[in-house]
């Protein structure tokens, strides 16, 4: 049973996973790794196995998060627990290398075990040779698994011990390739490369980041790893699986002895990416002034532009880094960006399809179009569709170009897809249309911008679901322009959430009253059967609880359990709220399927204060539930001693059993509840008293 039940959990974490990874996906692309770790942080929180195993793989190699082995010690060995293939092999690997964790042999082969069962190749290689701790000098902190598209959703495919890619074309590395030369450039292991370097394509070869020896040698600014990689015969100006050469990363990274040594070394310092952005343009985009004056001093050109029609100049206003800027304007030729020549479109256009074609690329599979949405390069987008592109085609996750767009906030972009016709009704198979992947990625204006776009009314279901994000974001601008073009405010999403659901759990008053104004139903409840007020109460919202009131919302509709908002204000101990529902005709009498009134749930939660109101209010006191506890007994059993003695000074009854036969004493007695026994036992006292006296006085009349 337990096993089924943590299979269920799991089963529902991944799916539940789904759209967050997918961001993450995004981030990756953009190579936004600080985005993409946020992104995963509360995936990994919730028990997410891949999302954790990646996490660790971000806090190992110092990717948008400060490098942080014990952090990566942690994810990775989570993700290990929960049954993940790859986490065991690389906890199997940090166990044995001592990253993050002191050495242990004994530990590293479990794990390898752990992993080889799960079928596992290189953790059955790694257990077929003695497993031993290694010192501080073989240590290698590689990314422990090779990725064909390194995404933090996808499952990282088993390692092979052949590498990928068309013969003759270098492509992503096996772990013990990289072992051998990625991980060696990084950490600036300059006497291994040339021992550990196989073949020449070795040079090209990316790891799971993308990047190569080289690039990455040159993110790490290690110095003589990039002058024994150019000396072994690495291209200077190669770009690696990201479309990055060695000299942008070093110049966006303020890596200014790296860049040095580029320079040295023969690197163009004009040298584009795949992007159209050259080494100043990245710096300029950076903030990184001293890099910029080097380059600029090695005759960079400040009149190029990239794809996007965007040089230096525009780079740095972008960036808002002032400095920067006021320094390009002293300079000649930094006016402007120039427009795109012929000759940039059409590379431009061949380095998409390059993009596409490539199975190691993160944009396989893509149409150009939709590389060039997600991107904003609304340049190319026309230059695409003025040769034929078809406007609304889908990539191999059901986006189309103007989906795209909206999902990453490209206005420009966005405007020229819809100028050529695009369909602003095309959807994913969620429903989720332009607007809504506008706002739910807060992209408020695009999304304006889509409506201002066309004539016709908001009724399509990506309206209908777009009212919902607007009302959960707090984006009132959007929400009225939606309603105005007829929006429908009482749709609701097949999870049953309605928008004014979703602006109650935002707590956003004003947009709450605007759908009500526009006929919102104030008791259609979602998929549970919570109804707006419900979420009001459980939030202890009480403005929003007296909007929906005022708009005629019942305080008896309870959920699928049985509780209505008065129990959920009660069991939340949100006193104010407990008074305004009592006014508003909340029933005392009303019971949860366990039979549980709104006394019972407070007692139950220690709400002495909520206990003497609801007393106050006429609620009876020793009513028994389902396994007949009182509220008494409930309070007794928790430990609760200001609700036991507001109950006792009620006269709630001692003597009443449960159908354990217990009583309140005996459950606190069994619960080891020394203040409430101590409470009880001093009432039995006071009755004993009584009741003798009473008895003596009978007999003496």
Not at 536 to 541: S, V, Y
Request: proline share 4%; with cysteine; aromatic share 4%.
């Amino acid at each position: 049973m337990r096993r089924w039940l943590a299979a269920l959990l799991l089963l529902h974490g991944a799916l539940t996973a789904a759209a967050p990874l997918d961001d993450a996906r995004a981030a990756l692309r953009q190579k936004d790794y600080a985005r993409a770790a946020e992104l995963l942080r509360p995936l990994a929180d919730a028990n997410g196995a891949e999302a954790q195993y990646q996490l660790g793989v971000l806090y190992r190699y110092g990717l948008g998060v400060a490098r942080n082995p014990q952090a990566a010690f942690t994810w990775t060995r989570r993700a290990a627990e929960l049954g993940h293939a790859q986490a065991q092999y690389s906890l199997g690997v940090m166990y044995a290398e001592g990253i993050g964790v002191a050495a242990d042999a004994a530990s590293a082969r479990s794990w390898f075990e752990k992993a080889a069962a799960q079928g596992h190749r290189l953790a059955r290689s790694r257990l077929q040779t003695p497993v031993r701790a290694a010192s501080a000098g073989e240590r290698d902190e590689d990314p422990p698994t090779p990725a064909t598209r390194p995404t933090p959703d996808a499952p990282a495919p088993q390692p092979s011990s052949k590498r990928s890619g068309a013969p003759g074309t270098p492509g992503i590395q096996t772990a013990e390739t990289e072992r051998t030369l990625v991980a060696a450039a990084r950490s600036g292991r300059t006497a291994a490369l040339g021992r550990r370097m196989k073949a020449p394509d070795d040079l090209r070869r990316p790891d799971q980041t993308g990047e190569t020896p080289l690039t990455a040698a040159a993110a790490a600014g290690q110095d003589g790893a990039i002058r024994e990689l150019i000396r072994l015969g690495a291209d200077v100006d190669a770009l690696d699986a990201n479309g990055e050469p060695a000299l942008i990363v070093a110049a966006r990274g303020g890596r200014r002895s790296s860049v040095d040594a580029l320079l040295k070394a023969g690197a163009d310092v004009n040298v584009r990416d795949r992007r159209g952005n050259t080494p100043l343009i990245a710096a300029s985009a950076a903030g990184q002034l001293p890099i910029l004056r080097r380059l600029i001093e090695r005759g960079a050109d400040l009149s190029l532009a990239n794809e996007e029609n965007c040089n230096a100049v525009c780079a740095a206003r972008r960036g808002a880094h002032a400095e920067v800027l006021a320094y390009l304007r002293t300079q000649k030729g930094a006016a402007g960006a120039t427009a795109l020549s012929e000759a940039a479109i059409t590379a431009g256009i061949d380095a998409l399809t390059a993009e596409s074609r490539d199975a190691r690329s993160l944009y396989a599979g893509w149409p150009p179009m939709c590389i060039a949405a997600s991107r904003g390069q609304h340049a190319l987008l026309r230059a695409l569709i003025d040769r034929g592109d078809a406007v609304d085609v889908r990539d191999p996750e059901g986006y189309t170009p103007l989906l795209r767009a909206a999902r990453a906030g490209h206005v420009e972009a966005a405007r020229t897809l819809l100028e050529a016709g695009a369909d602003r009704a095309a959807a994913l198979a969620d429903g989720t249309g332009p607007i809504t992947a506008a706002l739910r990625n807060g992209h408020g204006k695009l999304a304006r911008t889509i409506l201002g776009e066309t004539e016709r009314t908001a009724k399509d279901g990506d309206a209908a679901l777009a009212l919902i994000e607007a009302a959960r974001s707090g984006d009132r601008e959007t929400l009225g322009l939606l309603l105005a073009r007829g929006a429908d405010a009482g749709h609701a999403a097949k999870d049953g959430g309605t928008a004014l659901i979703a602006a109650t759990r935002a707590q956003e008053l004003a947009i709450v009253e605007d759908l009500l104004r526009h006929g919102a139903e104030p008791d259609r409840p979602d998929a549970d059967r919570r109804t707006p007020l419900w979420w009001a109460a459980e939030l202890g919202w009480r403005d929003g609880a007296r909007a929906l009131l005022a708009h005629g919302a019942s305080p008896k509709r309870a959920d699928r359990d049985g509780y209505d908002p008065l129990m959920r204000a009660a069991q939340a101990g949100h006193r104010s709220l407990v008074a305004t529902l009592l006014e508003a005709g909340g029933d005392l009498t009303a019971q949860t399927r366990a039979g549980n009134t709104a006394m019972m749930v407070a007692a139950d939660a220690g709400h002495a204060g909520i206990v003497g109101d609801l007393i106050a209010a006429g609620a009876e006191l020793d009513r028994q539930n389902s396994a007949g506890n009182t509220a008494l007994m409930l309070a007794a059993a928790n430990g609760h001693v200001q609700a036991v003695e507001t109950l006792l000074d009620a006269g709630a009854d001692l003597r009443l059993i449960n159908a354990q036969r217990a009583d309140a004493r005996m459950l606190a007695e069994q619960g080891g509840r020394a203040s409430v026994l101590a409470a009880i036992d001093a009432r039995d006292r006071e009755g004993g008293l009584l009741h003798a006296l009473w008895s003596y006085l009978a007999g003496w009349l």
